[in-house]
C-alpha cells in the first residue's frame, strides 16, 4: 500500500475564490488520480494526473474549472478554480503503486464546503 | 464507456447475520473489481479485489463472487458485527493502469 497524505483536510471558502488542494504519498507512484464525491453520493473521477504532462479530464470536468499538476512521481495538485455553493465536496487524491494490478489506494479526502 | 450498478442503496441486518451487496457492470472488458469500505469522514479502504480470470475470493468474513458471463459481482459478509456499519462501494476497471468507476454505494447498518 502507500501512505497518502492530503491538505487541507478540509477548509470552508468564499464563493469566487480558487483553492489547492495537495496530495502527497511516501512512495513513488505510477497512476495518481483525482475523484470528487458530493455529499452522501459516490465518487466520480475528476481526472487522471500524468506525470509531467497535462492531466486527462472525465467528461464534465475541465482543466480551466480544475488545474491539476504532477510534477513528480510523488506528489499532485487540484486546483478548484472560481468555487460555487456546487462544488462543496470531499475531493480525493488516489494512487496506484503496482500499475499491473489496478489496486487504488485513497487518501483521507480533502472536504470543501463554499459559502 | 463503464457503468456500474449497485444494489441495495441500503442495508439493515442484526449482527452475526450475513450481508449481500451486488452489482453489475456494463462493459465486458472490465477485468478488475474491487470493494471499499468507507467509515464516515474517511477515505475509502480496499476490503477485498478480485480479477476476471478468478470466479471467487474469500477473506476471513468477506467473500467476493464473480460471474462473467452474466456481468455481475457480490461482496459477502458473515457473522456481520457492528464494526461492520459503514458505506460499501463496488468498482470495476478495464484494464490495469485505468481509474475505477464506482457503483453508487450500499449502506450497511449492523445493530447488536
Known amino acids: 500500500s502507500a501512505v497518502i497524505s492530503q491538505k487541507p483536510s478540509r477548509d470552508i471558502c468564499q464563493r469566487g475564490t480558487s483553492l489547492t488542494i495537495q496530495c502527497q504519498v511516501d512512495?513513488?507512484?505510477?497512476?495518481m488520480f483525482w475523484y470528487r464525491q458530493q455529499p452522501g453520493q459516490s465518487l466520480t473521477l475528476i481526472a487522471t494526473?500524468?506525470?509531467?504532462?497535462?492531466?486527462?479530464?472525465e467528461s464534465g470536468f475541465v482543466i480551466d474549472k480544475f488545474p491539476i499538476s504532477r510534477p513528480n512521481l510523488t506528489f499532485s495538485t487540484l486546483t478548484v478554480s472560481n468555487m460555487s455553493p456546487e462544488d462543496s465536496s470531499i475531493y480525493l487524491c488516489?494512487?496506484?503503486?503496482?500499475?499491473?494490478?489496478?489496486?487504488?489506494?485513497f487518501g483521507e479526502g480533502s472536504r470543501l464546503t463554499v459559502l | 464507456g463503464e457503468n456500474v450498478e449497485q444494489h441495495p442503496s441500503t442495508l439493515s441486518v442484526q449482527e452475526g447475520d450475513s450481508a449481500v451487496i451486488k452489482c453489475t457492470y456494463s462493459?465486458?472488458?472490465?477485468?478488475?473489481f474491487p470493494w471499499y469500505k468507507q467509515e464516515l469522514g474517511k477515505g475509502p479502504q480496499l476490503i477485498i479485489d478480485?480479477?476476471?480470470?478468478?470466479g471467487e475470493k474469500k477473506d476471513q468474513r468477506i467473500a467476493v463472487t464473480l460471474n462473467k458471463t452474466a456481468k455481475h459481482f457480490s461482496l459477502h459478509i458473515t457473522e456481520t458485527q457492528p464494526e461492520d456499519s459503514a458505506v460499501y462501494f463496488c468498482?470495476?476497471?478495464?484494464?490495469?493502469?485505468?481509474?475505477?468507476?464506482f457503483g453508487k454505494g450500499t449502506t450497511l447498518s449492523v445493530s447488536s
Open positions: 488516489s494512487v496506484g503503486v503496482r500499475p499491473n494490478t489496478g489496486e487504488l489506494f
Open positions: 512512495s513513488q507512484v505510477t497512476m
Open positions: 494526473a500524468n506525470q509531467g504532462s497535462e492531466a486527462t479530464y
Open positions: 462493459d465486458s472488458a472490465s477485468n478488475y
Open positions: 478480485i480479477r476476471s480470470n478468478v
Open positions: 468498482a470495476a476497471s478495464i484494464q490495469a493502469g485505468t481509474a475505477l468507476i
